[in-house]
């Protein structure tokens, strides 16, 4: 009875989602996770002086995307020394600032690198409340109608070394996040409701561990991670998957039992929200090597605690139902930016400006072109087409298929860093200074 409660629920959270896909994004790369929208007659062409609805000016500086529930839109900014970190709200319809509320006051931040931002993770909302991180300086939840914090969490301590980018997930009653620091690894779970620890893990390879040159790793880089963990079904069984600094982990979401993991020490910092199809998981493994790697996922419970290291050739017996790696890539792998998978095709775009199209049950390239420009926001899919936002302010439109098709290139006045959003009939877009809704 209690399994098939939990089946019911998980089937009714995925009904809903699919009804609200196209009206909402509640979380870093929408609805589902992918980077993938319902929605249905978004505009081709736009600028400063077309097709913008409205344009707000965020105050300070934060990398983190826009999360759309109703009529609501949430962010997160800070300042630029990390002193004062804030949540905003914007009214859907007309663009204007209904809550800019300052949350934590932070006496000796820590460092964060140029290519981050003191507010990088992205809100993730549901109805009634909204669920803001900012890393170890501070997370919480707030009502969505009045900004009032219902609860907040300060005591997860790490060194993000340069700067928090995980952003939160929430799996029914549980709030997922990842604290990949120099100094402490670990993975929690929260009760959404209360803010109070469900469950928390360490990461099982010991950062102190020999690195790739078989010498002590110094600390810093690799011993970080700032990717945002995904939770996808295997043969019925839900599985929390993230990076970690060195390897990439199964958990069971609702006890956080490791389940499995795949290790790839030539790599570190891993960044990317891992995308799943097939029976399959694709996760860009970092920087250094720029790796991708297709992981086999295992299913049943006979292959828990499995353990693959993805530098060394392939031990298992290519069995379906076995953890491995069908296959891994180091062409144009990107550092920062998400993949996309529509249909049985992957679609990326590295961090220099360079898109390419794989076969995701092979790795096989399909195309490969330099788009131009620098990236860190993940691309998005809507209605055949795929969207790619550069650190300059241009969007690229392809067609998604196997021939490399450009449908229109558009420019705003500043560049992307954060990850744009798609709700309705328009898009999202937030630049390093302004919030700007697209549409026709």
């Known amino acids: 009875m209690k399994h098939f409660f939990f089946l019911l629920v998980l089937m009714t959270a995925v009904a809903t989602s699919s009804i609200s896909g196209a009206e909402n994004w509640p979380q870093f790369r929408g609805p589902e996770g992918n980077g993938h929208s319902d929605a249905k007659g978004l505009p081709l062409i736009w600028s400063e002086t077309q097709n913008i609805k409205w344009k707000t000016p965020i105050h300070d500086r934060a990398w983190s995307s826009p999360a759309v529930w109703g009529d609501q839109i949430w962010l997160t900014t800070a300042t630029e020394d990390g002193r004062q970190l804030f949540a905003v709200c914007i009214d859907r319809g007309s663009g204007k600032i209904i809550h800019d509320l300052k949350l934590f006051e932070i006496a000796k931040p820590q460092f964060a690198h140029k290519f981050n931002s003191y507010g990088s993770p992205t809100p993730v909302i549901e ?25 907040e969490r300060q005591d997860f301590v790490c060194n993000h070394f340069r700067g928090a980018g995980s952003s939160p997930i929430i799996f029914h ?38 690195g790739p040159d078989g010498k002590p790793e110094a600390e810093g880089d690799w011993r970080k991670a700032y990717g945002t963990p995904h939770v996808a079904e295997f043969d019925g069984r839900p599985v929390l998957i993230s990076s970690g600094a060195k390897a990439h982990y199964g958990y069971d979401p609702l006890t956080g039992t490791e389940l499995w993991r ?46 693959v290291d993805a530098t060394k050739p392939n031990e298992t017996d ?28 992957l679609f990326m775009i590295d961090d220099n400006g360079v898109a390419s199209c794989v076969e995701a049950k092979t790795g096989a390239e399909v195309w490969r072109e330099r788009v131009g420009g620098n990236y860190s926001a993940s691309p998005v899919y809507a209605e055949g087409r795929i969207y790619f936002l550069s650190e300059e ?32 009939k328009a898009l999202f877009l937030r630049t390093k200074t302004h919030l700007y809704r697209i549409e026709q």
């Open 173 to 210: 009653d549980l709030l997922f996040m990842n604290f990949d620091g120099s100094d402490h690894q670990f993975i929690v779970a929260l009760d959404k409701k209360t803010g109070k620890t469900a469950w928390r893990k360490e990461r099982s390879i010991d950062y102190k561990d020999l």
């Open 393 to 424: 302010g241009k969007t690229t439109i392809i067609e998604a298929s196997r021939q490399f098709k450009v449908l229109a290139e558009n420019k705003l006045e500043d560049g992307f860093m954060a990850s744009p959003a798609i709700a309705g």
């Open 318 to 345: 290519g069995s379906p139902s076995q953890l491995g790696v069908a296959w891994k890539s180091t062409r144009n792998v990107p550092n920062k930016p998400s993949l996309l998978l529509v249909r049985d095709l």
């Open 262 to 307: 795949v290790e790839e020490r030539s790599c570190h910092s891993a960044a990317a929200r891992p995308v799943v199809g097939g029976g399959m998981i694709f996760i860009p493994a970092g920087f250094s090597k720029g790796t991708l790697l297709a992981i086999r996922a295992p299913s049943g419970q006979s292959h828990d605690h499995s353990v």
């Open 127 to 151: 109805a009634g409340r909204v669920y803001v991180t900012f890393g170890s300086p501070g997370t919480a939840c707030l009502d969505t109608k009045t900004g009032k914090v219902l609860w």
